[in-house]
């Protein structure tokens, strides 16, 4: 991969990158872009993640990356099998936003904060430490993750561009 290459990450999708390479993914809004770093690699992952759990899965061949709990084990077995630890791993993440307004309590409507909820309890199952968030809100969000520091740019139309 040659120094700056640029990986886009589609929507349900996920990929990684190392050597300078920059991940990137548009268009969160209740869709959680996650980042998992292994600094002493300089390797980098990232999944757009559309719905908490596969267990609502419709689709005949399950899309693995469209879940939180299947993108993030696979995230994690693909950084594995070039050579990334687990336990030198960190995440980032952002999105998670409720974009509409409902009335009512109805959980199934909170699919952003949902995302956010089970982004969170599969990487405490693998004992990743989540080391800075921008979620929640109601606004989209773009966001690069810099395979070579491991920094995470947050880009909205109401707040400019921001690294965690």
């Known amino acids: 991969m040659t120094e700056g290459t640029l990986i886009k990450i589609g929507m349900a999708d996920l990929n990684i990158g190392d050597a300078g390479a920059v991940l990137k993914t548009t268009g ?19 999944a757009h993640i559309m719905l908490p759990s596969s267990d609502i899965a419709r689709e005949g061949q399950l899309n693995i990356a469209k ?7 696979e995230l994690i077995e693909r950084m594995k099998a070039k050579g990334a630890l687990v336990e030198r791993m960190v995440a980032k993440m952002a999105g998670g ?8 309590g109805s959980d199934t409507m909170r699919i952003g904060p949902r995302n956010v909820e089970a982004t969170k309890q599969v990487l405490e199952t693998f004992s990743i430490r989540l080391l ?12 690069e993750l810099n395979s070579d520091s491991g920094i995470f740019v947050i880009r909205s139309v109401q707040f400019g561009v921001k690294e965690i």
Not at 35 to 45: K, N, W
Not at 67 to 73: E, M, N, Q
């Open 28 to 46: 969160l809004g209740s869709c959680v872009g996650l980042t998992l770093f292994d600094p002493a690699l300089r390797l980098g992952g990232m």
């Open 67 to 73: 879940y939180a709990d299947t993108a993030v084990p």
């Open 97 to 104: 936003a409720q974009m509409f307004a409902f009335m009512g």
């Open 132 to 143: 800075s968030e921008d979620t929640g809100g109601n606004y989209g969000r773009t966001v």
